[in-house]
T-cell receptor, first 112, second 114 residues
Framework: GDSVTQMEGPVTLSEEAFLTINCTYTATGYPSLFWYVQYPGEGLQLLLK?????DKGSNKGFEATYRKETTSFHLEKGSVQVSDSAVYFCALSENSGYALNFGKGTSLLVTP | DAGITQSPRHKVTETGTPVTLRCHQTENHRYMYWYRQDPGHGLRLIHYSYGVKDTDKGEVSDGYSVSRSKTEDFLLTLESATSSQTSVYFC?????????????FGPGTRLLVL
């Protein structure tokens, strides 16, 4: 079945450092891919998405490119801020209306 | 904000008691979902609905039932709560279609079963 694998956390970075959170997936078809962010004590917010190969999703300085050849959707940001401290979830959706299949989440802590 | 509210936001209950969580949406979305979030597991689907009175099971549906008698409300019931159902429960709706399809989440309900 479909699955999503994320790098284990927690990830600790200094402010202004470069961020990469790895995400790889297994799917039988051509899924849509998502990154969600969860700030402490809150629900999940959509960060960005991509719906086909080579698409790049971007939002708030974060980017991720849908790589079909490597079945990956790695999240990157050039310069993190303390306010980016949160848990990040990679997810996929195989078919319209289907539920999202989530990775286990990666906790990010950015220190001043 | 996709107009999703959940109630209650926090609940403590005892093993064996029934519990109902409510998800309410204001934008007439057809698809609604219940997930649970547990450390080390991410989010897992419990049940979902694709219309009034139309529901189906998800990955972790044992011990849970759902009902949807109105478009705007999707109820999750634990018939007899167990400690393993201590979790954070999130409701979600599907917005858009095709390439625009996205799920948006409510604020969550934190449930503790003693």
């Amino acid at each position: 079945g479909d699955s999503v694998t994320q790098m284990e956390g927690p990830v600790t970075l200094s402010e202004e450092a470069f961020l990469t959170i790895n995400c790889t997936y297994t799917a039988t078809g051509y899924p849509s891919l998502f990154w969600y962010v969860q700030y402490p004590g809150e629900g999940l917010q959509l960060l960005l998405k991509a719906t086909k190969a080579d698409d790049k999703g971007s939002n708030k300085g974060f980017e991720a490119t849908y790589r079909k050849e490597t079945t990956s959707f790695h999240l990157e940001k050039g310069s993190v801020q303390v306010s980016d401290s949160a848990v990040y979830f990679c997810a996929l959706s195989e078919n319209s209306g289907y539920a999202l299949n989530f990775g286990k989440g990666t906790s990010l802590l950015v220190t001043p | 904000d996709a107009g999703i509210t959940q109630s209650p936001r926090h609940k403590v209950t005892e093993t064996g008691t029934p519990v109902t969580l409510r998800c309410h949406q204001t934008e007439n979305h057809r698809y609604m979902y219940w997930y649970r979030q547990d450390p080390g597991h991410g989010l897992r689907l419990i049940h979902y609905s694709y219309g009034v009175k139309d529901t189906d099971k998800g990955e972790v549906s044992d011990g849970y039932s759902v009902s949807r008698s109105k478009t705007e409300d999707f109820l999750l019931t634990l018939e007899s709560a167990t400690s393993s159902q201590t979790s954070v429960y999130f409701c979600a709706i599907r917005s858009g279609g095709g390439a625009q399809e996205t799920q948006y989440f409510g604020p969550g309900t934190r449930l503790l079963v003693l």
